[in-house]
């Protein structure tokens, strides 16, 4: 089955910098790459996703861009900001079309926003 | 607002005991999951369902079991509860189309003492 690897595990930036959150699948058939941001005590909630005809994508300061080829997908988040402390999870599925649709996520990154 | 709702938000118990979990929704979305979430050991998806007549075991499956009553509701179920099986469980759902996202619940932190 599908494993997903993410790197780093724990993440300290100071308020206005960038940060950089990195994945690595290992199914070459995985077609769909979401992120989760998990605030303390809160649900996941999707910040962005690509799919695998993209390379990067783009909603305000967070990016996502997509290597298929090495197999690896990366967040960006630039203008860092207190609020952007959470922790931030990583996953991937292929979809065939039939039942076999179902996200595997990496173990999560600490974000955390140094005013 | 259409929403994915948990019930209880937490529950203490004690080993051996029997629990359910339940997970229903208003967003109209036809599959629906159940996680499990351990501090850095990440999301864990324990079964999945893609109807009420499709369930399909997830990673972590062994000392659960589910049902499916209808289309916006999904039960999780611990025979006989055991300490290890504490943990903040998530149900989630996601509309029918290819490659579409999940959408969690606020989830329940269940101990088992």
């Known amino acids: 089955g599908e494993n997903v690897e993410q790197h780093p595990s724990t993440l300290s930036v100071q308020e206005g910098d960038s940060a950089v959150i990195k994945c690595t699948y290992s199914?070459?058939?995985?077609?769909?790459f979401p992120w989760y941001k998990q605030e303390l005590g809160k649900r996941p909630q999707l910040i962005i996703d690509?799919?695998?005809?993209?390379g990067e994508k783009k909603d305000q300061r967070i990016a996502v861009t997509l290597n298929k080829t090495a197999k690896h997908f990366s967040l960006h988040i630039t203008e860092t900001q207190p609020e952007d402390s959470a922790v931030y999870f990583c996953?991937?599925?292929?979809?065939?079309?039939?039942?076999?649709?179902?996200?595997?996520f990496g173990k999560g990154t600490l974000l955390t926003v140094n005013p | 607002d259409a929403d994915v709702t948990q019930t209880p938000r937490n529950r203490i118990t004690k080993t051996g005991k029997r629990i359910m979990l339940e997970c229903s929704q208003t967003?109209?979305?036809?599959?629906m999951y159940w996680y499990r979430q351990d501090p850095g050991l990440g999301l864990r998806l324990i079964y999945y369902?893609?109807?009420?007549?499709?369930?399909n075991k997830g990673e972590i499956s062994d000392g659960y079991s589910v049902s499916r009553q209808a289309q916006a509701k999904f039960s999780l179920s611990l025979e006989s509860a055991i300490p290890n099986q504490t943990a903040l469980y998530f149900c989630?759902?996601?509309?029918?189309?290819?490659?579409?996202?999940?959408?969690f619940g606020d989830g329940t932190r269940l101990s088992i003492l």
């Open positions: 989630a759902t996601s509309k029918k189309s290819v490659n579409q996202p999940q959408h």
């Open positions: 199914d070459s058939a995985s077609n769909y």
């Open positions: 690509i799919r695998s005809n993209v």
């Open positions: 996953a991937a599925s292929r979809d065939s079309g039939g039942s076999n649709y179902k996200l595997t």
């Open positions: 967003k109209g979305h036809d599959r």
């Open positions: 369902s893609f109807d009420v007549k499709d369930i």
